[in-house]
DNA sequence: CACAAATGCAACTAGATGGTTGCGTATAAG
DNA sequence: CTTATACGCAACCATCTAGTTGCATTTGTG
């Protein structure tokens, strides 16, 4: 089968990140992801301690973000170690970098508009 | 004055862009960011046609997007014209990029150990 | 002036979100 | 075996969110 080679399931990108933006849009997430971005693995405890929060206001984070696909966890002994999951960190920054250079050509596309046609 | 050259009132950016993913993690919001990025300003009315929801709605969303300072809106006439304002969202996706070459880093550490301790 | 178009403002509702507390369960340690 | 640690699950609550409806206000047009 597979009737078309490529890109058959990706007519707009904007619903696939959109989920991962809710994710980030919250300060105690993003302070988790850059955690377990910058110290590798981390067990529940060890982010619970350092915040104000209590550890079923963690988990219920990190489970945020992993819906998001934004963290994995694996089970260690009785720990469950959380880690950073770049791929859709990674996807999100695209759709930025596209949404930044469209407006780029679209702002070109004015100022030569204007210079053309002042009147 | 200045004690430090650079970088003295930049503590925690994440603080700062928390917020402007909290205004894109919505698929409307998404949607009217990129349609004003290619499309260059435009008005409520323009934005409402096309969508399922009603006018007030879109209006709302916009308040969002302003309140996180990803448009600006200008009065023309009897219309108020919407335009994408690109400084927030450069800094949403440098926050990205921070945070993924971090984890490169980390990932290229742990790599490190372990080729050089592998008991 | 009369009218239509574009928008603003306020009240209201259903559902999502972020947090808590209490208790139960699995696992490591003494 | 007993105990402490790390965690899961569920109920509960306050607040925010996204959407609606209804009506008032500003502005362009004939």
Request: with cysteine.
């Amino acid at each position: 089968m597979s009737p078309r080679r490529r890109a058959a399931a990706k007519p707009k990108p904007l619903q696939n990140c959109a989920p991962v933006f809710a994710a980030l849009g919250d300060e105690i997430r993003l302070t988790l992801v850059a955690a377990l971005c910058m110290g590798g693995a981390m067990s529940i405890t060890q982010l619970t301690s350092g915040t104000e929060i209590s550890r079923q206001a963690i988990t219920k984070h990190l489970g945020v973000l992993s819906a998001a696909g934004l963290v994995r966890d694996v089970k260690v002994g009785r720990e469950r170690l959380w880690e950073f999951e770049p791929v859709q960190l990674d996807e999100a920054r695209r759709m930025l970098e596209l949404i930044g250079r469209h407006w780029d050509h679209d702002l070109a596309k004015l100022k030569f508009a204007m210079e053309n046609n002042p009147s």
